[in-house]
């Protein structure tokens, strides 16, 4: 007995070795890890902070419902997609709030006069002054060449481009765009207020059209981005 031992310690010192017995990482803590990666890589392209929220948050929630959905069928623990899809969802609300906070705050100007001027006009007369007219694939050409030179010279002012539209579409925050392409991956996207969606409404697809915004850099490296744009004619 002394020489080998009790026979039930060593049974469970045997136990202690099987892999069957070692925690896995949790399902919802892959997810978690995933949504934290997106964010940090939505950020690192210059997607603005609402937008990157609500998008983890979207994806989050199509995530752990589908996780909550098959652990109900296998009859195990929910209790962890259900606080994911939670939490998922509050990122969403809480990246609306930020885009709404944010589009609350921008000064508005107001023109006042006997004569009205449609949004066009106004829009010229405005925000045109200060802005520089450049050709867009020169801009986009620019970026691919050195995007930290082309920062330098474009980001944060406002540009004039012009060109045929070849998409018309909106962000996950509904935020009306429209993109100018230089090839099937690369393109420049203007991105525009809400209040402007009358006005991309009437666009067509090849239409050409000139368009004011300010540089805000690249999206995911082959799109340059122009924000709070207004189309000039």
């Avoid at 934290?36 to 210059?46: C, E, M, Q, R, V």
């Avoid at 906070?101 to 023109?111: F, H, M, Q, R």
């Avoid at 970026?143 to 930290?148: A, E, F, L, S, T």
């Avoid at 100018?180 to 809400?194: A, G, Y």
Wanted: glycine fraction near 6%.
């Amino acid at each position: 007995m002394g020489a080998y031992g009790s026979p039930e310690l060593s049974k469970n010192s045997g136990n202690s070795n099987n892999p069957e017995q070692k925690k896995k990482f949790p399902l919802w803590g892959v997810f978690f890890i995933i949504l934290a990666l997106l964010f940090i890589l939505f950020i690192s392209t210059g997607l603005d902070l609402s937008s990157a929220l609500a998008t983890c948050g979207l994806f989050g929630i199509i995530l752990y419902l589908v996780a909550l959905v098959i652990a109900a069928l296998k009859r195990k623990n929910k209790k962890p997609y259900a606080v994911g899809a939670t939490v998922s969802t509050l990122i969403l609300i809480f990246g609306v709030l930020i885009f709404s906070i944010n589009s609350g705050s921008k000064p508005k100007t107001v023109l006042t006069g006997n004569k009205q001027q449609s949004s066009a006009t106004s829009a010229s007369s405005i925000i045109k002054d200060d802005a520089v007219e450049i050709d867009y694939k020169v801009l986009h050409k620019d970026y691919m060449d050195n995007p930290i030179k082309a920062d330098s010279r474009y980001k944060n002012k406002k540009l004039i481009v012009s060109g045929k539209v070849s998409d018309i579409d909106r962000e996950i925050d509904q935020r009306p765009y429209i993109t100018f392409e230089i090839s099937p991956l690369e393109t420049i996207r203007m991105d525009f207020d809400k209040k402007n969606e009358p006005e991309v409404a009437k666009l067509k697809k090849g239409q050409t059209v000139k368009v004011v915004g300010e540089c805000t850099g690249t999206l995911i490296s082959t799109t340059v981005v122009l924000e709070d744009c207004n189309i000039l004619e």
